[in-house]
């Protein structure tokens, strides 16, 4: 088996690794969080500016859009912590339990997303019940709750072979993927299905304003396949084998944090604050 730290999944590099010189693979490894790094932690701080602010629609209506964000600064922060790793073994520990952010800590506010969308389409009465922001702070206190338990038992279990983080990170992305596909298939098919309305001018409004929600939700759907899917089939194969693939699982990681990028820019386009 390789030892060599092989992306946002592999918690642990042996002490010999940091003797060894960095390969063609790593330094691609080191590019890949390096642009998360740089891109992410800006973004994110901009969209928790914006919704501290006031900017969009408030705290109270963007308040898991602004856990997400807080999260994915976390991530941005480990994968320059990664990055650093190859140079300075000392921060295994910290990259471990950072590890607990990308297993569980996206996925789950993704997740949350979801759901409080299919709440808002499939049966709107129950999500006007839940809307006050009391409801949503819960929430998002149960999932920081969940994160921290997963950031601990990846840092206390570092020291195990890659196989056991593998296992653990395939069964947290294809349940939180299972969840979120399942709400965002629904509310397209609500969307699909045409209402009563009203009749001219009002009909077609309507109409506009579920063929926008229609291709948001769409485009929400296929970032999350391209952000998870690979690394779950990946995490099957690994699993299986026995055996460390560099090159697949840096596929992995290009998708990962190329798809994490869908969300800010979908919440910076309905904020209006794209250029373009």
């Known amino acids: 088996m390789n ?19 960095i390969g063609l693979m790593d330094s691609l490894e080191i590019c890949g969080y390096s642009i998360a790094f740089l891109f992410g932690l800006p973004t994110h701080s901009y969209i928790i500016w914006l919704i501290i602010t006031g900017t969009g629609s408030g705290v109270a209506s963007e308040f898991l859009n602004l856990n997400l964000s807080v999260c994915e600064i976390g991530n941005s922060l480990n994968g320059l912590i990664f990055a650093l790793s190859y140079y300075f073994f000392s921060l295994s520990i910290l990259k471990a339990f950072l590890l607990g952010l990308t297993f569980t800590g996206r996925p789950l506010f993704q997740c949350l997303i979801s759901v409080e969308r299919y709440l808002a389409v499939v049966h709107p009465v129950t999500f006007l019940k839940f809307k006050p922001l009391r409801y949503r702070v819960i929430c998002c206190t149960v999932a920081w709750i969940m994160i921290l338990g997963s950031c601990f038992v990846c840092m206390f279990t570092f020291a195990l072979e890659n196989f056991e983080h593998t296992l653990f990170l395939t069964m947290n992305f294809l349940l939180f993927l299972f969840i979120q596909l399942f709400c965002l298939v629904a509310v397209l098919r609500a969307l699909k299905q045409s209402g009563p309305g009203e009749r001219g001018r009002g009909r077609e409004e309507e109409n506009n304003i579920k063929r926008r929600a229609f291709y ?12 998870y899917v690979p690394y779950i089939v990946i995490g099957v194969v690994t699993f299986l084998r026995q055996q460390i693939i560099n090159s697949l699982w840096f596929t992995g990681l290009i998708c990962y944090v190329l798809g994490g990028f869908v969300q800010p820019v979908l919440y910076l386009r309905r904020a209006g604050k794209l250029l373009f």
Not at 11 to 18: D, G, H, L, R, V
Not at 216 to 227: A, E, G, K, P, W
């Open 216 to 227: 948001l939700i769409l485009i929400t759907t296929v970032s999350m396949t391209i952000i």
């Open 3 to 21: 030892n060599s730290t092989v992306n946002f999944t592999t918690p642990e590099a042996s002490t010999n690794s940091t003797n060894q010189s």
